[in-house]
């Protein structure tokens, strides 16, 4: 599979000269505003693309034609963002649950290569559905997509749980404040400490023990089906860190300003019970933000913390967020908030709160990340500023990485198991302040697709992720067609 990995490179380097970050309007349709986006794509990488097909034999090719299994899905997945459908939610559902792998990945160059090649196929996947039904098809996916279902619904027990008992009493005051500057929670704290999953492994901040890790999920998933094709096996008994995860109920997908409760509780709790040890915390996607806003409205939290490692973030929300449903669908609370310059975006990003409030490692994939955009350069939904002096780091892997392994193709959830990221996240707890390249080997940690320590096994897991959280959209109980109003504490 050398091949396809020298393809890769090339795609990666095609892109990096057709795309720049594109400039932000409020009132051009996300629909519109990916198909600019993607059309220098298709032009770059268009004869690789054909080429890498023909390195995978054809099989690939045969999947997403016109005469391919997933015809009659895909069909239903643009009549439904068409607006064509009575019940489009639940046809998209029942198609997705459908699909079965018509293909079998064998090594990890062979994955990347066919996750690569959906993405560069014409017409590319212009929604949510459409990416997670060739995924399933394609075999990317450790589980059926027909599987996730169930355990979305009945599956979210165990290292999963929300219903975790934790009696450990902390030695500082945590609820109902840490501190009379905190925003009130509007949540139990039997709620709140039962979503934290603490591991046996755990050692509760004793002396010589790795420093203690919060690992905080992302839109549609939680601590656990997050972190455990990446950092629960890369940190769990580490001399780097020691992990526990929250388990936010529903997914992430409710009021984000809930869900951030979870997190700025968590922090306080963790480090109430861990002998006063400052914590780190590491999080992927919307994971970020309602740690963002934990960090600006509970002030208590960000003495707590020595490092935020965020895993493609979106601080400015992205232009994506309704690719999720037909024009006017109902969606989750959490989707609608994370619209570019969505109310609650905005608030976020008032009075410099997207500045980082702790030392902050931000890393994220400009080629190509199906669920954030725009994620290029300074001007990606990642970009963290330094108003404070807090400390702030950036890192696109392509232009860190750039003509290497590491540097190539990497979706939102791959950023996961992308080896530079691991890395700035060991740089970061290693050093005062935040991660930097210019400590690390690049030449040996960008030659690499996966993180050493993972697998294809891993992989899958991973990229299970974002499966779990289209299906988990769908299957939301209560959708709404406008976002929750900002509350009155904040």
């Given at each position: 599979?050398?091949?396809?990995?020298?393809?890769?490179?090339?795609?990666?380097?095609?892109?990096?000269?057709?795309?720049?970050?594109?400039?932000?309007?409020?009132?051009?349709?996300?629909?519109?505003?990916?198909?600019?986006?993607?059309?220098?794509?298709?032009?770059?990488?268009?004869?690789?693309?054909?080429?890498?097909?023909?390195?995978?034999?054809?099989?690939?090719?045969?999947?997403?034609?016109?005469?391919?299994?997933?015809?009659?899905?895909?069909?239903?997945?643009?009549?439904?963002?068409?607006?064509?459908?009575?019940?489009?939610?639940?046809?998209?559902?029942?198609?997705?649950?459908?699909?079965?792998?018509?293909?079998?990945?064998?090594?990890?160059?062979?994955?990347?290569?066919?996750?690569?090649?959906?993405?560069?196929?014409?017409?590319?996947?212009?929604?949510?559905?459409?990416?997670?039904?060739?995924?399933?098809?394609?075999?990317?996916?450790?589980?059926?997509?027909?599987?996730?279902?169930?355990?979305?619904?009945?599956?979210?027990?165990?290292?999963?749980?929300?219903?975790?008992?934790?009696?450990?009493?902390?030695?500082?005051?945590?609820?109902?404040?840490?501190?009379?500057?905190?925003?009130?929670?509007?949540?139990?704290?039997?709620?709140?400490?039962?979503?934290?999953?603490?591991?046996?492994?755990?050692?509760?901040?004793?002396?010589?023990?790795?420093?203690?890790?919060?690992?905080?999920?992302?839109?549609?998933?939680?601590?656990y089906t997050t972190?455990?094709?990446?950092?629960?096996?890369?940190?769990?008994?580490?001399?780097?860190?020691?992990?526990?995860?929250?388990?936010?109920?529903?997914?992430?997908?409710?009021?984000?300003?809930?869900?951030?409760?979870?997190?700025?509780?968590?922090?306080?709790?963790?480090?109430?019970?861990?002998?006063?040890?400052?914590?780190?915390?590491?999080?992927?996607s919307q994971g970020?933000?309602?740690?963002?806003?934990?960090?600006?409205?509970?002030?208590?939290?960000?003495?707590?913390?020595?490092?935020?490692?965020?895993?493609?973030?979106?601080?400015?929300?992205?232009?994506?967020?309704?690719?999720?449903?037909?024009?006017?669908?109902?969606?989750?609370?959490?989707?609608?908030?994370?619209?570019?310059?969505?109310?609650?975006?905005?608030?976020?990003?008032?009075?410099?709160?997207?500045?980082?409030?702790?030392?902050?490692?931000?890393?994220?994939?400009?080629?190509?990340?199906?669920?954030?955009?725009?994620?290029?350069?300074?001007?990606?939904?990642?970009?963290?500023?330094?108003?404070?002096?807090?400390?702030?780091?950036?890192?696109?892997?392509?232009?860190?990485?750039?003509?290497?392994?590491?540097?190539?193709?990497?979706?939102?959830?791959?950023?996961?198991?992308?080896?530079?990221?691991?890395?700035?996240?060991?740089?970061?707890?290693?050093?005062?302040?935040?991660?930097?390249?210019?400590?690390?080997?690049?030449?040996?940690?960008?030659?690499?697709?996966?993180?050493?320590?993972?697998?294809?096994?891993?992989?899958?897991?991973?990229?299970?992720?974002?499966?779990?959280?289209?299906?988990a959209i769908l299957?939301?109980?209560?959708?709404?067609?406008?976002?929750?109003?900002?509350?009155?504490?904040?």
């Amino acid at each position: 599979m050398q091949t396809t990995t020298v393809l890769l490179a090339l795609s990666g380097l095609a892109l990096r000269s057709a795309i720049a970050a594109p400039t932000q309007t409020t009132d051009q349709p996300a629909q519109e505003q990916r198909r600019q986006l993607l059309s220098g794509v298709t032009d770059a990488v268009s004869d690789i693309g054909n080429d890498l097909s023909s390195a995978l034999g054809g099989a690939l090719g045969d999947l997403l034609g016109s005469d391919g299994v997933l015809t009659d899905v895909l069909s239903t997945v643009d009549q439904a963002a068409d607006g064509q459908l009575d019940s489009p939610i639940s046809a998209v559902l029942n198609g997705l649950t459908s699909v079965v792998p018509v293909a079998t990945q064998t090594d990890v160059s062979q994955a990347s290569a066919t996750l690569s090649s959906i993405f560069n196929a014409s017409p590319t996947p212009t929604n949510l559905y459409a990416e997670i039904a060739q995924l399933g098809a394609s075999g990317l996916t450790s589980d059926n997509l027909g599987d996730l279902l169930n355990y979305v619904e009945d599956g979210l027990t165990g290292e999963a749980s929300t219903q975790n008992i934790n009696l450990r009493q902390p030695s500082i005051s945590v609820y109902p404040k840490a501190s009379s500057k905190d925003a009130p929670y509007d949540i139990s704290e039997a709620k709140l400490r039962a979503a934290i999953y603490i591991p046996d492994t755990f050692q509760y901040g004793r002396a010589g023990a790795p420093q203690p890790i919060i690992l905080f999920p992302g839109t549609g998933a939680n601590g656990y089906t997050t972190f455990k094709g990446n950092y629960i096996p890369l940190l769990q008994g580490s001399k780097i860190a020691d992990p526990v995860w929250v388990n936010v109920p529903g997914l992430l997908l409710d009021d984000a300003q809930g869900s951030a409760e979870y997190i700025a509780y968590a922090i306080n709790y963790i480090y109430g019970i861990s002998n006063k040890r400052k914590i780190a915390v590491a999080a992927w996607s919307q994971g970020n933000i309602n740690t963002q806003w934990a960090y600006k409205y509970w002030p208590s939290t960000r003495t707590k913390v020595t490092d935020h490692i965020a895993f493609s973030p979106d601080y400015h929300g992205t232009n994506l967020a309704n690719l999720a449903a037909a024009p006017g669908e109902p969606l989750p609370p959490s989707v609608l908030q994370q619209e570019y310059n969505s109310n609650f975006i905005t608030t976020l990003r008032n009075n410099n709160g997207a500045s980082s409030y702790v030392p902050t490692t931000t890393v994220y994939s400009g080629f190509f990340d199906e669920i954030v955009e725009p994620q290029q350069g300074t001007g990606a939904s990642a970009f963290i500023n330094n108003a404070r002096n807090a400390g702030a780091s950036n890192s696109e892997v392509q232009v860190v990485c750039n003509s290497q392994v590491a540097g190539t193709f990497y979706t939102h959830e791959g950023i996961l198991y992308n080896p530079l990221g691991f890395a700035l996240l060991k740089d970061a707890l290693a050093h005062d302040g935040v991660g930097q390249t210019s400590r690390l080997n690049l030449a040996s940690v960008c030659s690499t697709y996966l993180t050493q320590g993972l697998d294809l096994a891993d992989f899958l897991i991973t990229e299970n992720s974002i499966a779990i959280a289209g299906i988990a959209i769908l299957a939301y109980p209560t959708p709404l067609t406008n976002e929750p109003a900002i509350k009155s504490e904040f």
